[in-house]
């Protein structure tokens, strides 16, 4: 299996408070998310999103509970580009930063956050295409090809 980064694009039907671990409890609003996060250990990581009812171990797994995942960027590499993504989506017209740290508590690149908020469905593949990176999109239904 493969290794690398992704970004998970999930839509959270409406708004409400959800609560983050120890990051606290925050309001979400309707919308888009993107979460950007590394699987440098292998692409399990990203099944390991994708199942239901599990240990929440990351930040990301308090939001997917509550809103659903409806597409998937994957780029095999060795190169951790997750900051990357992060900061250059973050400059993207209507992002906005739900949580300070979510998903970045132990980021050494100085991420405000690896999750972005967007009232439309941001194009993400824009900023991976931008970095004149080569990556797989899969979409619902096409997540048991991961």
């Known amino acids: 299996m493969g290794k690398g980064i992704y970004s998970l694009v999930l839509i959270l039907e409406s708004q409400q408070h959800i609560g983050i671990g120890k990051l606290g409890r925050y309001f979400f609003k309707k919308g888009y998310y993107v979460y950007s996060g590394s699987a440098m250990g292998g692409f399990g990581r990203i099944k390991y999103h994708l199942k239901e009812n599990k240990k929440k171990r990351w930040h990301i797994d308090y939001l997917s509970e509550k809103a659903k995942i409806v597409k998937i960027i994957r780029l095999e590499t060795k190169i951790n580009y997750e900051h990357y993504i992060s900061k250059n989506l973050s400059y993207e017209k209507g992002a906005e ?40 999109i899969f979409r619902e239904g096409d997540f048991k090809n991961i």
């Open 97 to 136: 930063i739900p949580v300070f740290k979510f998903g970045s508590s132990d980021c050494k690149k100085g991420c405000e956050a690896h999750l972005l908020y967007f009232k439309n469905m941001p194009k993400i593949e824009d900023i991976y295409k931008k970095l004149d990176l080569n990556f797989d």
